[in-house]
């Protein structure tokens, strides 16, 4: 197809790869997950969710894109004219995704205007409530938030600008430009958190190993749940990234990069945020446990309180933080939409330009709803279900259909031919076996407790 991207360059795809999944997941969600799934012991199962589904998922994803060239719905129509629904499937659950995920981005950026004067005060948790202009009504979308309409247009303006200018131009440039400085960002905290006093605690209460936790088969599934939102596997991403890869690239080794350096990050992250978690415990008298927690409470209650409790610079580490939390929220935003952008682009064989505008307007007037008082409370609703079940179903459709209705050791064969490290048949094993299983109890765990709670 005519004007169909490729990336400039193998470490071009493996930076935005790794800026996809290294996102707000790694720096609110990783960390809690673990301190509350066993601490250090839930390292053990969630490695093994790594070697048993990440990675596999992730070489099949990156073969299949590469082989098939094309975005989620072209990709499985090439494999099997039957499957191109699952597809679907993933670019609608890619651009649910997108439309919050934005919104979220927009707070960050206030957050880090907010963070010169720690304009949250005393009591960041109201001082959120009453920004985002929530009230009682859970469905009040009368009242527009005035003071996100800057940030929000910055937002789409980014976006929409490495969106436009395509991927190698465009998305390739802006993750060579933000994962270092994310990195740096990270670093800065992580010093200033492991010598802050009490910051033993932190990392006591994220690390220490309570071996008795294994036993549990809720960890387990904890550990695979966090494992596919963390790598972006399973919705679209990087079925689409891969297949604006040269055909002879090593998928096997740049699988292993992608989830090495993501797996990396959150261990980094989680030492700095736990680190910050543990002297705020301490001056407050509380116990860890109290004060812990993970996702947006964690980003704009705690953490501000946290930052204005520093001793000094308070300031910079607050920059610090919201900027680490949007350099690695924006590369996870562009691929999103370069997941929904790629299904249509290729199936409809419309100009790049055509598709990223048929994409980015309706997201554009869906995430006005985020700048309304009952934001919050969509974003709620709509992350309980992406999160317990969309991304689960999706994922054991895809592992059931390669493995039971496509033959997989035609792709372990695909995925071979240019790597160094060959996969043997443990791979299709863990496809068809291991993940299979484990996604299909996540599966009906989560409906169960979706349905019933
Ligand atoms: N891996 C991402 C994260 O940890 C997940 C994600 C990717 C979410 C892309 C949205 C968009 O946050």
Redesign the pocket.
Known sequence: MKDRDQWNSKVGFLLAAIG???????IW?FPYVAATNGGGAFLLPYFFAIITAGIPILILEYTMGKTFRGGAPVTWARMNRRFEWLGWFQVMIAFI??VY?FAIVVWVVSYIGFSFTQAWGADPSSFFVEYLGLTDSALNLGGIQTSLIIPFVIIWAIAAFIMYKGVSKGIEKACKICLPILFVLMLVLVIRGVTLPGAVDGLEYMFKPDWNALKDPSVWVAAYGQIF????IAFA?MLAYSSYLPKKTDVVNSAFITATANHGFELFAGIGVFSIMGYMAMMQGVPVSEVAGAGIGLAFMTFPTAISALPALNALFGICFFGALFTAGIT??I??LQAVVSGFHDKFEMSHKKAVTVVMVPAFLLSFLFITGAGMNILDIVDAFINNIGIASAGVIEVILVTRFFNPEKLRQEANEFSNFSIGRWWVFSLRIVTTVVLGIMLFLNTKDYLYN
């Open positions: 996809s999944a290294v996102g707000l997941g790694n969600r995704i997108a995920y939102f963390s790598l972006s991403i996870s935003l691929s999103i």
